[in-house]
């Protein structure tokens, strides 16, 4: 039994460097696979993930009521199904992050004590 547990030890000795090396390597490889994507990903939430400016209210407010004005003369009506779809998957995301919002300001997954 004693002589199984050295063998045991011995294996795992010399063992562990080539796992840590093969590991490592494959480490720096995803790197390298992953570093323009994230580059990508940071340009873009520099620009999108920012919160309106002063400036853009007024965008914002007109483009409101050209939604109103749109949804009451049936203009939705037109859409094409991709621009349906994507329409609908940005709704979507808005409830999310309004829900998830809800969840980090509650702290807890369970709703409200009544």
Do not use: C, H
Not at 1 to 6: D, I
Not at 41 to 49: D, G, R, T, Y
Not at 55 to 61: E, Y
Not at 69 to 75: C, H, I, P, Q, T
Request: no cysteine; proline share 5%; hydrophobic share 50%.
């Amino acid at each position: 039994m004693a002589q199984k547990l050295v063998n045991l030890g011995q294996r795992i000795a010399t063992a562990t460097p080539r796992l840590v090396t093969k590991v490592s390597f494959l480490a720096l490889d995803v790197a390298k696979k992953a570093q323009p994507p994230v580059v990508t990903f940071l340009k873009n939430a520099k620009v999108e993930m920012l919160p309106p400016k002063p400036s853009d209210w007024r965008a914002i407010q007109k483009s409101f009521l050209g939604l109103k004005d749109s949804a009451m003369k049936g203009k939705f009506l037109d859409l094409t199904v991709k621009e349906a779809a994507a329409n609908t998957l940005v709704a979507v995301e808005i409830a999310f992050w309004f829900y998830v919002g809800e969840v980090i300001g509650r702290k807890s997954l369970i709703g409200y004590n009544v």
